[in-house]
């Protein structure tokens, strides 16, 4: 398949992703798929982070552990305001999509000192 054919099937798939699964896709590959570093900046425990992923590979039919996949998957989800770089508080230019930085303090005792709870971004479908 050429580059672009898979890069339009990529984004077919995409768009049928629900939100948590955008969510923990976007997570994932921005921890560079270290899972524990992944689940902890999203809030969930790594088994649940693990079965998205395994979900949303199921859907792609593709490795997101592959580089040319994961970095397409990227590209495609900063094209759609879903995930940047440095910025990590956007909105789409359609305003459809929002996502708000969470902080997570490290240990659990500034958890419950700073009464840290988690908190979903929220991801609209882009058409």
């Not at 359609?94 to 840290?116: D, I, L, N, Q, T």
Request: aromatic residues 6%; proline residues 3%.
């Amino acid at each position: 398949m050429t580059a672009a054919g898979n890069a339009e099937r990529l984004a077919t798939v995409l768009d049928r992703l629900g939100a948590r699964q955008l969510e923990s896709l976007v997570g994932y590959l921005r921890r560079h798929g270290q899972w524990a570093a992944a689940a902890r900046s999203l809030g969930v425990h790594w088994n649940t982070l693990r079965h998205r992923i395994t979900k949303c590979e199921e859907r792609l039919e593709d490795d997101v552990d592959d580089p040319d996949t994961s970095a397409e998957l990227w590209l495609l989800l900063r094209r759609r305001a879903l995930a940047w770089s440095r910025s990590p508080v956007g909105v789409a230019a359609s305003g459809h999509v929002e996502c708000v930085r969470r902080v997570v303090p490290e240990s659990a005792s500034e958890r419950r000192v700073a009464g840290y709870r988690p908190q979903r971004a929220s991801f609209d479908r882009l058409k």
